[in-house]
């Protein structure tokens, strides 16, 4: 066939060089521990991740090889993120949270050559290094402490590349980066992101009907760099040159809303858990922060209640709902409002913003059940599966887990959906988390949101408790607000009002002071199995 059109890489290399030439005077803000704040560009972003390359490569780093990092948001992590693919290596961000010997079973799993670490978190790797072996360990200084014993300054990485120096060149289908699943469901699974994807995702991500990022926005992406690459925001930022605001180790409202207003952040995204602790800190102190107006705030890694949706809107937070997987690079979809439904008024619209939105382009959903795939009339449920671009073929070296892709070329999410005419897919619940109470569905979400409305109820979960006559029953578990407290009854006549069928009711109510959460801060339902796994409602006197 003729050649129409260039076959010119997708590489990731193309981005930062750009962000480094056109927006070099943009700034990359990142806080320290001791919430100093170091100001970089994206000419320094540029540089620096060039010298880091250069170094790598130096260092013996061979096209494909894994280079582990541990860290929290901040310059050096995000010039791992450009330098390593340069150099032709993958980054592989640990997740901080998971425990000493999880992280070392994901580091021989990987098989990394190398570790880029935090100062401050050296504590952590000392506590699984005996059963790792990294040929070198880079340590950043974030604080004065000396960088001495085995371990490599990461700074004295940063000399300037020699004049003519150039990066290998790049096969767009070659790994960039790698990220192991949190492990909510079984053994963490690992995979790896190619230049392409990544090229694909921030170009899908930037969109207006996206995410609509732009130049002029300010973005601190408080999802930890070791949760599904930030989201991409920090390649969809370079993309389109938005400024960057990196929270270091402090992740508590009160310094986030302390970042927002100073500099000016335009766009925040996180885990609904951590916006509840934001929304009730601004209600808690009106008008202690100035924040930009029409701020936006990309909720996604668990479903954003629509209570939480209004509330932060009437707040000046515009909350974009957003879906997707370590899986999906992550984004998978959006919910913004559609055209369509500008004029079926308010309530409709805070609806499909509840949902879990519409597919990005180049992302294909299909919600399968017993009998294939099926109707899109809102009602029906399914798995959700995906396929596209930056959706993974496979999982790093486990081959145990092929069964999650179909015969036909699609990913099996493990996520159960409905999906409306309107395209809006609506998440019920993960596969494991579903409640079969006599043979008929009962969806967890459903009630955690619905329980989330109410305005004595700062967080709930439900999970299933065996029951005799019916297999499974929904029991609720919930915490009051600060000085509340909630009554049974009074919380089942609320579910009612908010349209919720008698049979689904749950039939107790916990109360509990926090819920447990997975290491990336979503609700751990299988602790509370766990912990209520005798609970029967005589145990509980109601
Ligand atoms: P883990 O599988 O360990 O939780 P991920 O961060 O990859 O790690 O989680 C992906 C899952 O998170 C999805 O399959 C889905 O169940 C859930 N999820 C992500 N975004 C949303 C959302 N907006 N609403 C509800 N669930 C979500």
């Not at 494991?432 to 009630?447: P, R």
Request: glycine share 8%; with cysteine.
């Amino acid at each position: 066939m003729v050649a129409t059109m260039m076959n010119a890489q997708l590489s990731l290399n193309h981005i930062i060089e750009r962000a480094g030439t056109l927006f070099a005077d943009r700034e990359i803000v990142s806080q320290m521990p001791d919430k100093s704040v170091r100001r970089h560009t994206y000419a320094d972003l540029l540089r620096r991740s060039r010298s880091l390359a250069n170094a790598l490569i130096d260092a013996g780093l061979q096209t494909g090889d894994r280079v582990a990092t541990l860290m929290w948001n901040h310059h050096a992590h995000l010039e791992a993120y450009h330098g390593v693919p340069m150099a032709g290596g993958v980054y592989h961000t640990l997740n901080l949270r998971l425990a000493p010997n999880d992280i070392a079973y994901i580091v021989n799993h990987a098989k990394d050559r190398f570790l880029i670490v935090d100062d401050v978190l050296l504590k952590l790797y000392a506590a699984f290094a005996k059963d790792v072996s990294f040929e070198k360990v880079f340590v950043v200084s974030l604080t004065d402490a000396p960088v001495d014993g085995p371990f490599v300054s990461y700074e004295s990485l940063m000399a300037d590349v020699p004049a003519g120096w150039a990066p290998p060149p790049v096969d767009e289908n070659q790994g960039a980066g790698m990220c192991y699943t949190s492990g909510t469901t079984g053994k963490p699974k690992g995979v790896i992101y190619s230049h392409r994807a990544v090229a694909l995702h921030s170009m899908g991500s930037a969109m207006t009907d996206t995410l609509a990022i732009s130049q002029h926005d300010c973005v601190l992406p408080m999802v930890p760099m070791f949760h599904a690459n930030a989201w991409g925001l920090p390649f969809t930022c370079a993309m389109v040159g938005a400024k960057q605001v990196h929270p270091g180790p402090h992740l508590d409202p009160v310094s986030l809303l302390d970042l927002y207003e100073r500099e000016k952040v335009t766009i925040s995204a996180g885990v609904p858990t951590v916006w509840i602790g934001i929304q009730q800190t601004v209600s808690q102190n009106p008008g202690k922060w100035t924040l930009q107006p029409d701020m936006r705030m990309v909720v996604g890694g668990s479903a954003a209640p629509e209570a939480m949706i209004r509330d932060m809107d009437k707040l000046g937070m515009r909350v974009i709902h957003a879906w997707g997987m370590t899986e999906t690079t992550p984004l998978g979809s959006v919910a913004n409002v559609k055209q369509s439904l500008i004029d079926k008024g308010e309530d409709a619209q805070y609806a499909a913003r509840a949902k879990q939105g519409i597919p990005v382009p180049f992302v294909e959903i299909r919600a399968v059940g017993e009998d294939g795939p099926v109707a899109h009339d809102g009602q029906a449920m399914g798995e959700l599966q995906v396929r596209g671009p930056w959706v993974a073929a496979s999982y790093f070296d486990f081959p145990e887990a092929n069964d999650r892709w179909t015969d036909d070329g699609w990913f099996r999410t493990g996520d159960v959906v409905t999906i409306d005419p309107d395209g809006y897919i609506k998440i019920t619940d993960r596969t494991k988390d579903l409640i079969k109470s006599g043979g008929e569905w009962i969806s967890s979400v459903d009630l955690e949101n619905a329980l989330m409305g109410h305005q004595d109820i700062a967080e709930a979960a439900v999970i299933a408790y065996h029951h005799d006559k019916w297999v499974e029953r929904p029991l609720a578990v919930v915490v009051p607000k600060e000085g509340r407290t909630v009554d049974a009854g009074a919380l089942s006549d609320f579910l009612i009002s908010q349209g919720i069928a008698k049979w689904w009711l749950p039939d107790g109510f916990v109360v509990k002071d926090a819920i447990p959460r997975t290491s990336t801060g979503k609700f751990l339902k299988a602790k509370l199995r766990d912990e209520l796994s005798d609970w029967t409602p005589e145990s509980s006197g109601s």
